[in-house]
């Protein structure tokens, strides 16, 4: 029962690769990943109550973990409903598609577990690579082969920060003898020498990259342009998800009274709110606007970090799911609106609220969301981090990130004019007809960023209740069998042979 949810999702993505074996089954493969989806969550909800220790120690199933899954599982299915037929992906690569997407999931859904830097790399290399195809599947257009441009830069990109972050994990277990986190972070405490270091900063690099936070952000807008647009729509939430809860893991083990995390954290939060809300005013292409606005809302999560205390995370890990929603549904928005898979500009929002009114009040409240007005996700969720920030003493950095939210607000404003005041060019434009995939996918959509946002104590009392599961060292699984540790109680750390 803890290793459910993998379970199912790895035995799925083998189902999809038997089925990409053949030739004309999108269709099936369609069917299928719907079917995978719902299974994972079923299963990640089976499995919200157990605990345990698997591989040696290397992989902890805590409370931590289990609702985290259920959030990815959620999101998944989502996205699937999201994807429609594909229409701007190739027939022929399909099926590969849900099976790329379906191995992404899987490494994100382990990545949430790992506390050892060996199946940390497994889970973030399983995660990660499947992205690169994915970006690189979309239909070519006549002289237009903007998707393989994309899809180089993201590999590249994305190669060198994950040999960055590798390397500096080398630098870690080189100074503490131990692939396990919790006891390498320990034994790190106090180590003011350079190596130790160069090490934390070049970890952080992957993590940074990741989230998409300045200076590590240049790969967003680009592949966010290149790629379809169901593929944008997945990469722009669940791995931020995923990144968000490794870097818990991290910050988490660290000294409450540090002084240099704080301040590297604000420089990187600031500077990624300043540089995405900025250049996202110039912008007219709708996905690049929205991943100029990621680089922002990264910086709003990294907020939440520079308290380095239980409500600090709670805030991020709270925001971070709220901006999942809301990212999915303006790019769900998106998808069913361009028909065809076309890149859409502002212009093309024009007489959505008389083409289909569904549509436009799914992108009303998700652009409400992310401008972090009430009584959507998006401002309790700004409204945590700031009051974390607020009580650790950094007031500067409060008044800045609410300088940028009200910069933020004129460019989400811009899109809700588009949809809800201005008529479409052509008036004898034909209605938008939504199969009941979509609606549900729109319903969804709408009750999540809603219930996150009006009642949203529930989800912040179970978040910060399974932190107290973070900076505990799994059980020694010494002469077990590969899984130890059951029960209701956080795992009590032990000490490990290096």
């Known amino acids: 029962m803890a290793f459910l949810p993998e379970l199912v999702l790895l035995l799925g993505a083998l189902a999809l690769f038997v089925v990409s074996l053949g030739e004309g089954r999108a269709h099936t493969a369609r069917h299928l990943a719907l079917g995978l989806g719902v299974a994972a969550l079923l299963a990640a909800a089976a499995a919200l109550p157990s605990r345990g220790v698997l591989f040696d120690g290397a992989y902890q199933v805590d409370g931590f973990s289990q609702w985290l899954k259920l959030v990815l599982t959620l999101g998944y299915l989502l996205v699937v409903l999201q994807s429609g037929e594909l229409p701007d992906i190739p027939v022929e690569v399909r099926p590969e598609y849900h099976l790329f997407l379906a191995l992404s999931v899987s490494g994100l859904v382990m990545l949430?577990?790992?506390?050892?830097?060996?199946?940390?790399?497994?889970?973030?290399?399983?995660?990660?690579?499947?992205?690169?195809?994915?970006?690189?599947?979309?239909?070519e257009r006549a002289g237009q082969r903007i998707q393989m441009e994309s899809a180089i830069k993201y590999l590249l990109f994305g190669v060198t920060a994950n040999g960055l972050m590798f390397f500096?994990?080398?630098?870690?277990?080189?100074?503490?003898?131990?692939?396990?986190?919790?006891?390498?972070?320990?034994?790190?405490?106090?180590?003011?020498?350079?190596?130790?270091?160069?090490?934390?900063?070049?970890?952080?690099?992957?993590?940074?990259?990741?989230?998409?936070?300045?200076?590590?952000?240049?790969?967003?807008?680009d592949v966010y342009q290149g790629a379809s647009n169901e593929t944008t729509g997945f990469v722009a939430s669940l791995p931020k998800l995923g990144a968000v809860a490794v870097f818990v893991r991290f910050a988490a083990l660290a000294a409450p009274e540090q002084?240099?995390?704080?301040?590297?954290?604000?420089?990187?939060?600031?500077?990624?709110?300043?540089?995405?809300?900025?250049?996202a005013l110039a912008q007219t292409d709708?996905?690049?606007?929205?991943?100029?606005?990621?680089?922002?809302?990264?910086?709003?999560?990294?907020?939440?970090?520079?308290?380095?205390?239980?409500?600090?995370?709670?805030?991020?890990?709270?925001?971070?799911?709220?901006y999942l929603f809301m990212a999915l549904a303006c790019f769900a928005v998106f998808s069913l609106l361009a028909p065809h898979g076309a890149n859409l500009t502002l212009g093309d929002l024009a007489g959505l609220h008389r083409r289909s009114p569904l549509l436009a009040v799914t992108l009303g409240v998700g652009v409400f969301g992310l401008a972090g007005l009430p009584p959507f996700a998006g401002f309790m969720g700004k409204l945590?981090?700031?009051?974390?920030?607020?009580?650790?003493?950094?007031?500067?950095?409060?008044?800045?990130?609410?300088?940028?939210?009200?910069?933020?607000?004129?460019?989400?404003?811009?899109?809700?004019?588009?949809?809800?005041?201005?008529?479409?060019?052509?008036?004898?434009?034909?209605?938008?007809?939504?199969?009941?995939?979509?609606?549900?996918?729109?319903?969804?959509?709408?009750?999540?960023?809603?219930?996150?946002?009006?009642?949203?104590?529930?989800?912040?009392?179970?978040?910060?209740?399974?932190?107290?599961?973070?900076?505990?060292?799994?059980?020694?699984?010494?002469?077990?069998?590969?899984?130890?540790?059951t029960g209701s109680q956080p795992l009590a750390p032990a000490a490990r042979a290096p």
Not at 117 to 139: I, Q
Not at 453 to 471: E, K
Request: glycine residues 10%; contains cysteine; proline residues 5%.
């Open 112 to 139: 949430v577990s790992c506390v050892d830097v060996l199946t940390l790399v497994v889970a973030l290399e399983l995660a990660s690579l499947p992205l690169y195809f994915l970006v690189a599947m979309r239909r």
């Open 168 to 221: 500096g994990l080398s630098y870690l277990f080189g100074l503490t003898g131990t692939t396990a986190l919790p006891e390498m972070i320990a034994r790190l405490r106090g180590d003011v020498s350079a190596a130790a270091g160069v090490g934390l900063v070049l970890t952080f690099c992957g993590l940074f990259y990741k989230l998409a936070i300045f200076p590590f952000h240049f790969w967003t807008p």
């Open 259 to 279: 002084r240099l995390l704080p301040g590297l954290f604000t420089a990187l939060a600031l500077g990624s709110m300043f540089y995405g809300n900025l250049i």
């Open 286 to 322: 709708l996905k690049r606007l929205l991943g100029f606005s990621g680089i922002a809302h990264a910086g709003y999560a990294l907020v939440g970090f520079v308290a380095l205390n239980q409500a600090g995370y709670t805030a991020a890990l709270y925001y971070m799911v709220a």
């Open 384 to 485: 945590a981090l700031l009051t974390a920030a607020w009580q650790r003493g950094h007031h500067a950095l409060v008044i800045l990130t609410l300088i940028n939210a009200a910069i933020a607000i004129y460019y989400y404003l811009a899109l809700f004019r588009e949809a809800f005041f201005r008529d479409a060019p052509d008036p004898a434009a034909p209605p938008l007809r939504l199969s009941g995939s979509a609606r549900l996918l729109c319903l969804t959509l709408l009750t999540a960023i809603l219930a996150l946002g009006v009642v949203p104590g529930r989800f912040i009392q179970t978040v910060s209740g399974s932190l107290a599961w973070v900076g505990t060292a799994p059980i020694s699984a010494a002469g077990s069998p590969g899984f130890v540790g």
